[in-house]
């Protein structure tokens, strides 16, 4: 290639220009070994109100199987008889539409709580974060505090460690079986579950109760936080309801930096440092074993500990509390007042979540008010679809489920309506245990000749004797051609 002019370009060749070296740079690799975290225990409020989760949910999961209701528990999923009892409720298999509903009002609960106030499900009664709490304080009970934890680790096999891990190794099953045992109790009568353990029958049940000890030991016993940074979708997709505006828990680096340690003596100021002496309190804490001070981080469970070990420094060193604190973006950015914080929670996201909410709960505690305690399922009898029969009538069979979902026993009346000479010939009463179900077989008649053929849609009533319940299920009469 030649230039305009006739002469040859002269070609300059290009040197790689090496990368400036940063300090502050770090190479992490994708394939880094776990590091075992080791939270050090810590009081304040909200240390205070994670232990009342911990007492106020494991009081309701471990207590409700052994509370009675009449004759059974007071609430049982018996899948063997496709019964669920809560209270004095009895549904059925046709009643899904309501664990529908339970299951969209959970869902746009957790939009709600999310928006107004981030992950205070994960930090404060997720399944999770219980019986991590629970085994990790077992674990602080038996082997010490966190320096204690961290020298027997390090440490070589003697008597004492061999002592104290096998001790917790033991609590920690016990509690996982308990809780195993406990969670199958909810779909098998407890007692019944009891005696067949004892009994070593029931495979199945003892499968299941196996299943969850096992899980409840190796999530909480050790994989403790890689569930929450790892396992758990939530974690993945809560930054998509996180707004400016949501409560959060954050480190005012406006005042905090720049960090470093001081005399209390000195004026730190004249120094030109922030508030934050740099003890990493806030690290040591935390059970997910992030820094707070690096900004919002998808691993956060919003627990707040960080925020109680942070105003403990603060009082001890005399500065004012809230270096680290629940608080938003916007807010810490703005300087807002806590006043100026709850206006923003009033928000129209917050409203629109509220109002579906509230709707959803409304009309599903209306469906359930005037729910009729009674279910009919109508078959028709395959075999004989259609048959003449004496007497010169046409018949036709059917049957009906009829389910009981009352406390007592029910007495129930079968008719027909709808078609000309339409006439019941079974039993037109029958009786039904509480909370049973009868297949009733019934026959119909018409006069032969009075319909045209094909198919003609007629009533079934079923109604309570003696009480206002009742139901109408549409069927069809054949008529062969």
Known sequence: MSSSDGKQPKI????PVAAESNPEQETISLYAAHKKVYPRSISGLFARWRWVMVFLTQLIFYGLPWIEWGQRQVVLFDLGARRFYIFGLVLYPQDFIYLTGLLIISALSLFLFTAVAGRLWCG???????????FMWIEHKVEG????????????????KIWKKSLKQFLW???AAWTGFTFVGYFVPIRELGSELMALQGSWQLFWVGFYGFATYGNAGFLREQVCKYMCPYARFQSAMFDKDTLIVTYDALRGEKRGPRNKTVDYKAKG?????????????CPVGIDIR??????????????????????????????????????????WTQSEIVRRVFRPRVLVYSAILLALCVAMLASLVTRTPLKVDVVRDRAALSRIVAGGKLENIYRLQIMNATETSQRYRISARGLDGLELVSETEVEIDAAQSRWVPVRLQIPYGSLPAGS?????????VGADAHLTEKSVFLVPR
């Open 124 to 134: 404060f009664a997720c399944p999770q974060t219980v019986y991590t709490e629970i």
């Open 12 to 15: 300059i060749p290009i040197k």
């Open 294 to 335: 690096n900004g919002l981080q998808y691993e956060c469970i919003g627990c707040g500990l960080c925020v109680d070990a942070c105003n403990t420094v603060m009082d001890k060193m005399g500065y004012a509390r809230g270096l680290v604190r629940f608080s938003t973006q916007h807010a810490v950015a703005q300087g």
């Open 456 to 464: 003609h849609t007629f009533n079934f009533d079923i109604q309570t």
């Open 273 to 285: 440092l922030g508030d934050c002496i740099d003890c990493t309190l806030c690290v040591q804490v």
């Open 145 to 160: 505090d966190r320096s204690a934890r961290v020298r027997l680790d390090n440490g070589g096999w003697t008597a004492e």
């Open 173 to 175: 099953i016990a509690i």
